[in-house]
Structure formats: C-alpha cells, structure tokens
T-cell receptor, first 115, second 117 residues
Framework: DTAVSQTPKYLVTQMGNDKSIKCEQN?????MYWYKQDSKKFLKIMFS???????INETVPNRFSPKSPDKAHLNLHINSLELGDSAVYFC??????????????FGPGTRLTVL | AQTVTQSQPEMSVQEAETVTLSCTYD???????LFWYKQPPSRQMILVIR??????QNATENRFSVNFQKAAKSFSLKISDSQLGDTAMYFC??????????????FGPGTSLSVIP
C-alpha cells in the first residue's frame, strides 16, 4: 500500500541517452512534484502539476519534460542525458485545496547515474 | 527570495541523549509553514514534524519537538531520547506561496545526524 512509488529505484545510463522515471501516487492527491537532490544533498523543486496542469516550472533545461497522463501519475522524461544530470530524483504529492497548506509526501527516490 | 539555512552540516549525539538541530529562514511572508524532514540512508524523505506560523504553540510529535521563534525566524528541532534509527540527514523546509495559490517548498542544505551507541 505504498503511497508514492517511483520506478526505477536505480538507473545507470550513458551520456546522450533518453530515459524516463515513473511516479505514481495512490493517495488521491491533486498535486504532484519532481525534486532533484544533487551530490551535496541539496534538494530543489523542478516541476509541479495540479490535476495534470503544470503550475511550477523552475529553471530546468528543456531536456527535462514532465508528463502527467492523469492526476495519479507524473513521469519525468530526460533527453540527451548529461553527466550533470546524475542525482537522486524525488517525486512527491500533496492534496491541493486551492490555498494548499498540505504536507508533501515523498517517494523513495530514483538514483540516476550518467556515465 | 526566501532562504533556509542550517548552520550545522554534521552533528552527533549519544544514544538516549537529547540533541537540537538549528534552522533559520528568511521571509517577508506572514503566513507560512515550516517542516522538518528526515532522510535515512534508505534515501526516502520522511516528514518528522510540521509547524504553522500563525500558531504560537510549538509542535510536538512523540520524541520530536520544535522551538519556533517567529520574530527571530528560527525553527529548531529537538530530538529527545535519541535512538540509533534517528541517524539520518535532517532537512528544514519552508513552504511559501508561489504565484497566486500554489505552494512551493524550499529546503535547507541539511544536517547529517549520527546517533552513537
């Protein structure tokens, strides 16, 4: 009964490849997020979707494209992977009520290593 | 821009002792939320405790409590009776309003806590 799940847990790939990370939440939440945690453990938001609509888009290269087929899923597709993309990527979700004050629930993270 | 600072990159505490992790933040907002998240070696981010800025009473959650000083923009986490399972990175986080109605969480750089047997 995992609340927020991500696949894969580990992803090792060559520079220049295209890869996707999938995220699913079974909490019935309206809002989902992608965060990137770099090698120094600094955690920074990348994207946020509310009911499949993009609402937060931080300064992220165009090679990163989130896709939300429905409000329970938010996948992250990365084109032309670069060495600097190596990080742990976290998906999260929260129940949105407009002026949302709800806590974000995080997935287990996906460790991406670009060789 | 809002910022969150954790001035202690690493800390250690003896098992069963008490430890306090510090966090300060900078904002011009009046209504906001503060969180402490724990990230154990398994990497998962786990919510430890949450505080609403409009509440003067400090939040508590079992062995975890906060000292929220709004005027000083300080939000420290106290862990009592430390256990080995408390070993983790601890992130202080601030939730502000972004655009009109959606909130954006800003995380501090983290404090690595080691509980020593």
């Amino acid at each position: 009964d995992t609340a927020v799940s991500q696949t894969p847990k580990y992803l090792v790939t060559q520079m220049g490849n295209d890869k996707s990370i999938k995220c699913e939440q079974n909490l019935g939440h309206d809002t989902m997020y992608w965060y990137k945690q770099d090698s120094k453990k600094f955690l920074k938001i990348m994207f946020s979707y509310n009911n499949k609509e993009l609402i937060i888009n931080e300064t992220v290269p165009n090679r990163f494209s989130p896709k939300s087929p429905d409000k329970a899923h938010l996948n992250l597709h990365i084109n032309s992977l670069e060495l600097g993309d190596s990080a742990v990527y976290f998906c999260a979700s929260s129940q949105d009520r407009g002026l949302s004050t709800d806590t974000q629930y995080f997935g287990p993270g996906t460790r991406l290593t670009v060789l | 821009a809002q910022t969150v600072t954790q001035s202690q990159p690493e800390m250690s505490v003896q098992e069963a002792e008490t430890v306090t992790l510090s966090c300060t933040y900078d904002t011009s907002e009046n209504n906001y939320y503060l969180f402490w998240y724990k990230q154990p070696p398994s990497r998962q981010m786990i919510l430890v405790i949450r505080q609403e800025a409009y509440k003067q009473q400090n939040a508590t959650e079992n062995r975890f409590s906060v000292n929220f000083q709004k005027a000083a923009k300080s939000f420290s986490l106290k862990i009592s009776d430390s256990q080995l399972g408390d070993t983790a990175m601890y992130f202080c986080a601030f939730m502000k309003r972004w655009k009109t109605s959606y909130d954006k969480v800003i995380f501090g750089p983290g404090t690595s806590l080691s509980v020593i047997p």
